[in-house]
């Protein structure tokens, strides 16, 4: 017996790593347009935090748990659905990552990286599908895969795997879902102005995020990095039906990085009056 159901106007939304960053803003940009949204993350308190700080604390179900474990993966959809009645969009936006190369990671923390950045968002993507197909009414499912898919650095190897993988698996999953009605799509923020950009350090342990976040911003075009409710905004874009024939792509939000060539500092050097 399902304790309550949606509005047939309302769509009911699945956030991973609601509770900070990117995945917060995704949620209260739902939230905001009158969508039901369950909130995952594994840190209870923030998430019952900002569960209590969004516009309508009554459209969101709180579902805390580790990606990293299967049975936890395996409640969500089940929960949301129990709740809801139906579910119309998946964001796999939740991410764990270490910072080091390939020379020292270990096997426990890359398996970690996969579980939580690929094979968690995997099923819970096939469970999703499972309860779209069964409405008959379709749905939308976004993965948040990161321009570093494409521009990797060689310093976090699991996690660009993982966010390589999430675009592959984008256009597998379009082909396989789209006849019922399900598109599958892929975000590729660049660098975005969160708890995640900030926790870069040297070899002595000092804090070098600003150095990497300006050297960064200095080979976008749009010279800045992006705030968390302009990535928010495209997913939700992506989601809603003026988005209805965009399937099996990836839309990078990125101020133009992925396609420049080389640093402003390096183009104002040949053309001071230009840059």
């Not at 993966?73 to 089940?78: A, F, G, K, M, T």
């Not at 969009?89 to 950045?117: F, G, H």
Request: net charge neutral; proline share 3%; hydrophobic share 40%.
């Amino acid at each position: 017996m399902m304790k309550s159901e949606a509005d047939n106007r309302q769509r009911v939304i699945i956030v991973t790593g609601a509770c900070r960053g990117i995945g917060k803003a995704i949620t209260e940009t739902f939230v905001d347009n009158g969508d039901l949204v369950a909130m995952v993350s594994e840190n209870k308190n923030e998430l019952l935090k900002t569960a209590a700080s969004v516009s309508n604390p009554n459209n969101v179900l709180v579902l805390d748990g580790d990606l990293a474990i299967d049975d936890f993966v395996d409640e969500i959809v089940e929960a949301t659905y129990s709740k809801w009645g139906k579910i119309d969009v998946l964001i796999n936006n939740a991410a764990w990552r270490t910072i080091e190369t390939l020379n020292t990671i270990s096997r426990e923390n890359w398996e970690k990286t996969l579980k939580v950045c690929l094979t968690s968002p995997v099923f819970l993507s096939k469970m999703a599908a499972k309860k779209m197909k069964s409405g008959n009414r379709g749905g939308v499912i976004i993965h948040l895969s990161s321009v570093m898919a494409n521009r990797a650095g060689g310093t976090s190897p699991a996690y660009i795997a993982a966010k390589g993988a999430l675009l592959s698996l984008t256009y597998e999953m379009a082909a396989l879902y789209g006849p019922s009605g399900i598109r599958v799509l892929a975000v590729c923020p660049g660098n975005v102005t969160t708890a995640m950009s900030s926790d870069f350090k040297d070899s002595k342990g000092s804090n070098i995020s600003q150095l990497l976040v300006e050297e960064m911003e200095d080979m976008t075009p749009l010279q800045r990095s992006a705030s968390p409710e302009e990535i928010a905004e495209g997913v939700f874009w992506l989601s809603s039906n003026k988005a209805s024939f965009i399937n099996g792509t990836s839309l990078d939000i990125d101020g133009g990085f992925a396609h420049n060539f080389n640093s402003y500092k390096s183009k104002k050097k040949q053309f001071p009056n230009e840059f």
